[in-house]
């Protein structure tokens, strides 16, 4: 998900940036050892190797700083320079004693940051790697043979090592689960304001511009009442069915808004509505089953069905238009074919502003608006919407 691998990357981040903080006093210490002759000699740095490491350590965690937040680059840069780290502290711990060096606890700290940035098996090996390394040089080095001061230490470290491992990943994999619960109820959330708007918007659609529509339709049967010239008739008459349209229209958006609507239902009496309006024979079919799709794709059918059958009937003068609307490789796939005029169809949608709303909606859609005419053999629409796709 989107949103998880967003959040994964700022926790990376944001745990990159805690390193290098620590790096910073790190080299502070480092700095301290450099100048201080007496200290120098006790780690064993002497020569300019050390300051030479050190500039290079300064320069990688500085470049580090900066490449943290690209990615996987980033990520890969951060583990590079991590083994560099190790590599460097493994230098001064042997230098200074081995097992019994100073600065063996610094190696808690690394486990701790490989653990915290890469919380997998591959991840966290290096540093735990580097314990039985500094027990061999510790051999090699001072050929002072385990005592039991130094299977002690070695014992005591491995068992520190395994706890902060297991903590950390432990605590990793949790707020990993939180941050995904944390998105799912937000998601929740979000779907159950916009359902309550809906709803909302509904009530008040029905109240106000379905209660003015209805009034208008009753005054407009008051009016004709009262008039006896047929010409104002006729202009009341269409302004009646006019309403009378609108608040049909104004039902179905209704509907659509509702838990309860039943998609089946609506294009069904939308084509028996539209046939008994326009006088052409509509058949309709669809599978008696349903297709789980969301409202945004039920208004895209809606108005591409609505905008079909009205093209079809101004333009192409047909005797039969079909319908159908079925599922086809995980897709919708609604076809509305008449038996009209036909036109010579190019491709091209400019000056045909119906074409363009349809091709429109359905690219809205994540889907297609396909159109295929020829004069004189009618005209089919073929719209396909992806049943996983989504609105932009």
């Known amino acids: 998900m989107k949103e998880e691998s967003n959040w994964q990357a700022e926790r990376f981040v944001m745990r990159a940036r805690t390193l290098f903080y620590a790096r910073v006093g790190l080299l502070l210490v480092g700095l301290l050892i450099l100048i201080v002759p007496s200290w120098s000699r006790m780690m064993g740095l002497r020569g300019v190797l050390g300051y030479v490491w050190y500039v290079f350590m300064a320069l990688y965690s500085t470049a580090n700083f900066y490449v943290m937040d690209r990615g996987r680059v980033g990520r890969w840069f951060t583990f590079g320079t991590l083994n560099l780290d190790l590599l460097a502290l493994l230098y001064l711990i042997v230098a200074s004693g081995a097992l019994r060096s100073p600065f ?120 004709n009442a009262c008039t006896a010239d047929e010409a104002l008739k006729k202009e009341i008459a269409e302004i009646k069915g006019t309403a009378e349209e609108s608040i049909e229209e104004l039902r179905r958006c209704v509907q659509m808004m509702r838990d309860d609507f039943d998609l089946r239902k609506a294009l069904e ?51 039969k238009v079909r319908v159908s609307l079925s599922e086809v490789d995980s897709a919708l796939m609604l076809k509305v074919q008449d038996d009209g ?51 932009e």
């Open 269 to 319: 009496d939308y084509c028996a509505a539209f046939q008994q309006r326009s006088r052409v024979e509509i058949e309709f079919f669809m599978p008696r089953r349903e297709f789980g799709i969301r409202p945004d794709q039920q208004l895209v059918l809606f108005r591409v069905l609505q905008e079909a059958l009205s093209n079809a009937v101004k333009h192409g003068a047909p005797a």
């Open 104 to 223: 063996l606890p610094i190696q808690l700290i690394f486990t701790l940051f490989f653990a915290m940035l890469f919380p997998k098996p591959g991840g966290i090996i290096p540093p735990l790697m580097l314990l039985p390394i500094i027990a061999h040089f510790d051999q090699l080095v001072y050929e002072r043979g385990f005592v039991t001061q130094d299977i002690f230490i070695l014992i005591f470290y491995s068992v520190l090592n395994l706890i902060i491992v297991y903590v950390i990943v432990y605590l990793s994999d949790r707020e990993e689960q939180q941050q995904r619960e944390i998105v799912a109820l937000t998601r929740e959330l979000k779907d159950l304001a916009v359902h309550e708007e809906r709803q909302r918007i509904s009530r008040e659609m029905h109240d106000g511009l379905g209660a003015l529509l209805s009034s208008l339709i009753i005054q407009s049967d008051y009016v």
């Open 341 to 391: 005029k036909g036109f010579a169809w190019t491709g091209g949608v400019s000056g045909h502003y119906g074409l363009a709303n349809m091709q429109e909606r359905a690219r809205k859609a994540g889907g297609t608006c396909e159109i295929t005419s020829e004069p004189g053999h009618g005209t089919l629409v073929t719209l396909r919407i992806p049943l996983s796709g989504g609105m």
